[in-house]
């Protein structure tokens, strides 16, 4: 009985799911060519080369010609940047994630055939821990609706 009650809590204290943001609703088609050779233009980009480099012997797995490229900046910290398979251009997230109190979930949250983009916990370790969801443009992270 106890445990029914717990569970009647935790689905009245969650949002509804028909309001979140949902990977369908962002769709894109895959590029399917070869990866072009990561753009390593600034001193910071350098710095990631083997992560970006590694990265790019892969294959399309965000936005449909994106390869997201992650690496720790910390205990619990994920950082990264997204790599355009297609011109080669790198560009850094523009925040880092981390701190969530769900386990569960991967600190970032992407399909192949999508422009959606969540992030589950804090950005730049700052409140709320949550799940953050952003739209991909091609060029920025645009935050969703009553973020």
Same mark, same amino acid.
């Given at each position: 009985?106890?445990?029914?009650?717990?569970?009647?809590?935790?689905?009245?204290?969650?949002?509804?799911?028909?309001?979140?943001?949902? =990977?369908?609703?962002?769709?894109?088609?895959?590029?399917?060519?070869?990866?072009?050779? /990561?753009?390593?233009?600034? %001193? !910071?980009? +350098?710095?990631?080369?083997?992560?970006?480099?590694?990265?790019?012997?892969?294959?399309?797995?965000?936005?449909?010609?994106?390869?997201?490229?992650?690496?720790?900046?910390?205990?619990?910290?994920?950082?990264?940047?997204?790599?355009?398979?297609?011109?080669?251009?790198?560009? =850094?997230?523009?925040?880092?994630?981390?701190?969530?109190?769900?386990?569960?979930?991967? /600190?970032?949250?992407?399909? %192949? !055939?999508? +422009?959606?983009?969540?992030?589950?916990?804090?950005?730049?370790?700052?409140?709320?821990?949550?799940?953050?969801?952003?739209?991909?443009?091609?060029?920025?992270?645009?935050?969703?609706?009553?973020?």
């Amino acid at each position: 009985m106890l445990r029914q009650a717990t569970l009647a809590l935790a689905l009245l204290a969650t949002p509804a799911l028909a309001d979140q943001p949902k =990977f369908s609703y962002y769709p894109t088609e895959i590029y399917n060519g070869k990866v072009a050779k /990561p753009i390593l233009d600034t %001193a !910071d980009k +350098r710095n990631f080369r083997t992560r970006i480099n590694d990265a790019a012997k892969g294959r399309p797995d965000f936005a449909g010609h994106f390869i997201i490229v992650k690496w720790g900046c910390g205990a619990s910290c994920l950082g990264g940047a997204v790599l355009d398979a297609r011109s080669g251009v790198v560009e =850094f997230l523009p925040w880092s994630v981390c701190c969530s109190s769900n386990f569960d979930l991967e /600190p970032l949250d992407y399909h %192949a !055939d999508s +422009r959606l983009l969540i992030a589950n916990g804090m950005l730049n370790e700052e409140e709320p821990d949550t799940a953050h969801y952003f739209e991909f443009d091609g060029t920025r992270f645009q935050p969703m609706t009553g973020q």
